[in-house]
């Protein structure tokens, strides 16, 4: 296996993992969400609230600070879910690239052998009978 090789191999395995870390975080994200929403029910529910209350009601009351917490991460955790998509997808173009470079070296050999094996047949055949 040539040095291209062992780069191509290494840059899907690289994008892979960037992959399955950015389904990590988008599942992380959920939590958050899912922390937040609680907080924000547990807020509603509470004898001190009255009707529906929106996110900027639950952060004006006591649970404010726990609900911009899990706000904040929920927001930081989508940021490195794009963030990682964004680098696997760029890992995964030069890995297409370095693709094309290892077909292209297998294409360049095979022609080479073709030509050389072009070249011995013409060699042993007489020209002059061939074109007669």
């Known amino acids: 296996m040539s040095g291209l090789e062992k780069a191509l ?21 959920t939590a958050e969400k899912n922390k937040l929403k609680k907080v924000i029910l547990h807020i509603a529910w509470s004898p001190f609230a009255t009707g529906r209350l929106t996110a900027q009601k639950a952060i004006q009351q006591n649970h404010g600070d726990i609900a911009k917490i899990y ?3 929920a927001i930081r955790k989508q940021n490195e879910k794009l963030n990682l998509l964004r680098l696997a997808s760029r890992i995964d173009a ?15 050999g095979s022609m080479a052998n073709v030509v050389r094996g072009m070249d011995s047949a013409m060699k042993a055949m007489d020209l002059e009978k061939a074109s007669a």
């Open 94 to 108: 030069v890995s297409s690239r370095v693709q094309t470079a290892v077909t292209m070296r297998q294409v360049t």
């Open 9 to 29: 191999f290494n840059l899907k395995f690289t994008a892979k993992q960037l992959n399955r870390q950015a389904a990590k975080a988008g599942k992380d994200e």
């Open 71 to 73: 706000a904040q991460n």
